[in-house]
Each structure stands twice: as C-alpha cells, then as structure tokens.
C-alpha cells in the first residue's frame, strides 16, 4: 500500500470499532442480557479482561512478523495453498456476517418505521449507499467512521445519562445470575462481540506507524469493552429485558424515554439516522477488506469489478433468511460463533504454528 494511503493510528481504532458499534446497536445487548440476566456487566468485565489477554498474546504473535498480515504469515507457514485457503475463511466471514447484519437491521427498521415497505426496498437502499461509497478511497471512508464513532459514542452516553431517572439499579442481583457456570463458562461464547479483532490480523501493513499496532490493538478491545458495557447497563438497569426476548432494536426502544426538558424530546430518530451511517461504514469497510484479500490472493491487475461482485453477494444472502426470526437466530447463533472460529481460532492458530517455525528456522541458523 502507497504511504499516502496507508492508516493513521485513530483511523485504525476508529475502524475497528466501527466493526463492533453495528452489532452492539443492533441486537448484540438484548443477547447478552437474555443469556446471562443479571451478571450481564460483570460477564462483560470478565470477557473484556479474556479478549485483552488474547489480544497481548495477539501482538506479541506478530512481533516476529513486522509488516505482514495473516496472508502473508500464511504464505510463510504452508505456501500460498494455505494462503488462499485462510483468505478464503475471511472471505466467507465478511460476506456472510454483513449480509446476516444486513438483513437484521434492514428487519429492524422495517418493523420501527417502515412496516408497509418491503424489506428488500431498505436493503437495496444500503447496497446503493455502499456502491457509492466504495467508489470513493478506503481513506475517505475510514474518516467518515472517524467523525461517527464519537457521535455514537455520544449517542450511547446520552442514552446512559438520559435514561439515569428510569433505572433500578436492584436489577444486578443476583451478581451471579444464574450461576457461576452460566456467567463465567457458558458466557465465554460473548468474546464474539469483539469482532474488530478479525479486522485487525490485516492492518500491520496499512498503517502509517506499524509500531503502534499493540497500542491500537489494546484501545480497541478496551473502548469495545467499554461500549458494550455503557449500552447493557442501560437496557439493565431499565427493563427486565431477558424477559422479552423479541423486543426490537432494544436500544432505540430506550432513546424513547429519553427527555431533556420540554424543548429536547424524541431523540430516537436522530440515534437512529447516526447508526444507520455508522452501519453504512461498517459494510463498506467490510466490502473494502474483502475486496482487498481476494485481490491479495489472486494479484488482479483491476480491483474495481471485485467490489460491485462482493455487494450483489451480500445482497443476495441477505435475501436467503425469510423472516426477521430466522435472521435473528442466524445472527445470534451463526454470526457470533463465525467470529469466534475465524477471529479467535483460526487466527491465532496460523500465528502461533507460524511462530514455531520461525522459532525452529531460527535455532537451526
């Protein structure tokens, strides 16, 4: 990548977190606090501290490969057979999770604003906003998430802040929820939230100042964690929440209650308007990214046609679910573990067999 288009270091956090904000404002409190009921913010500090664990093993992994990302590491470990092979897993994650993603919120919004509308006329609304965009440099997008990060970040306080009035904070007890097996065992599966991981394993040669690749790294769990633990806190503290599963986009539900006076009322539809941009980011820099490793995989002279491709593909799976209920469950039981098996797994894995051969090569020089 040219030095002039290479990533800045809060580009770089703000991309990644990015990636987490579109899963946290469509569903992802709602499944936590069903799963784990009142040990919700204390499974979130738990898995926060895992992630961060797993991230400094992370960083220390790429130490011995400074510049290269997971392809090239894969290329070093079993020729470019285990390249492709690896590409093609990022590939298949970044596709199906931003149609799954896609078609869940399109649902959403279907259901809060648009209940005469198909569902297939808001989601051909964010493929043409996608086709735009990434017509546009990667730079040009990764500064649009730059500037609505902070503002869903300010979105998410407010929705702290506002709601203060209406929490009962007697909703943490029992600490323990049902249990320690189900907070601290059972509840490991929630390190899937953290999906900028996946990201991530591509950046060391994007950036302007690879050095500061662990301090990206670290930010970016910690802000994540951080999030998630503003956003669940707010739906705790103000509904039993694990005792309606199918409330719809929970956090706009609570932006509602939201008043500041009699002047400043119905926030919803300005939170609304910012997620819906930030989701425009997160499946254009997810189309960007898979644009990117095919064109690693297969060194096209033209990468223009591959973008266009990889939007008709998640256009159409995101047409497979047939109700809002499927695709629920599919980003609730498939999404989450897709992120684990490539994100945690399949990652760490190719870095940690790859330090061992460096390690090997190493001793027999």
Same mark, same amino acid.
């Given at each position: 990548m040219e030095k002039s288009k290479k990533i800045g270091t809060i580009s770089a956090?703000?991309?990644?977190?990015?990636?987490a904000v579109s899963y946290i404002t469509s569903s992802l409190p709602r499944t936590f606090i069903n799963e784990t009921k009142s040990a919700t913010i204390l499974n979130i500090v738990y898995i926060t501290f895992i992630v961060l664990f797993i991230i400094l093993l992370f960083c220390n992994l790429f130490k011995k490969f400074p510049g290269l990302d997971i392809l090239d590491i894969s290329k070093y470990l079993g020729g470019n057979i285990l390249k492709d092979i690896v590409g093609g897993f990022f590939i298949i994650y970044f596709t199906v999770s931003s149609s799954i993603m896609l078609r869940n919120f399109c649902d959403s919004l279907v259901v809060v604003y648009y209940p005469l509308t198909s569902y297939v006329f808001v989601i051909l609304m964010f493929i043409f906003s996608i086709a735009l965009v990434n017509r546009l440099s990667f730079?040009?997008?990764?500064? %649009?998430?730059?500037? %609505?990060?902070?503002? %869903?970040?300010?979105?998410?306080?407010?929705?702290f802040f506002g709601n203060i009035d209406n929490f009962s904070f007697r909703r943490i007890y029992p600490i323990l929820g049902d249990?320690?097996?189900?907070?601290?065992?059972l509840g490991l599966k929630n390190i899937g939230a953290f999906g900028g991981i996946c990201y991530l394993y591509f950046l060391p040669p994007m950036l302007k100042q690879p050095e500061k690749f662990k301090k990206i790294a670290v930010i970016s769990v910690i802000a994540t964690g951080l999030f998630i633990l503003l956003c669940v806190g707010t739906l705790l503290f103000m509904f039993s929440f694990f005792l309606t599963t199918d409330e719809i986009m929970p956090l706009f539900s609570a932006a509602r209650y939201i008043e500041f006076g009699t002047f400043f009322q119905r926030f919803e539809s300005v939170f609304l308007l910012i997620w819906i941009i930030s989701f425009c980011c997160f499946l254009s820099i997810t189309c960007k990214f898979s644009t990117h490793i095919f064109n690693k995989m297969f060194n096209l002279s033209d990468i223009?046609?591959?973008s266009i491709i990889f939007i008709i593909l998640i256009f159409g799976l995101s047409l497979i679910p047939q109700n809002y209920a499927i695709a629920n469950f599919l980003e609730t039981? %498939?999404?989450r573990y897709l992120r684990i098996a490539v994100g945690f797994v399949l990652g760490i894995t190719i870095l940690i067999f790859a330090n061992f051969k460096k390690r090997k090569v190493g001793g027999k020089n």
């Open positions: 956090i703000m991309l990644t977190l990015s990636i730079n040009a997008t990764l500064n %649009v998430s730059s500037i %609505v990060f902070p503002l %869903v970040l300010i979105s998410a306080i407010l929705l249990g320690f097996y189900n907070t601290f065992i223009k046609p591959l039981n %498939v999404y």
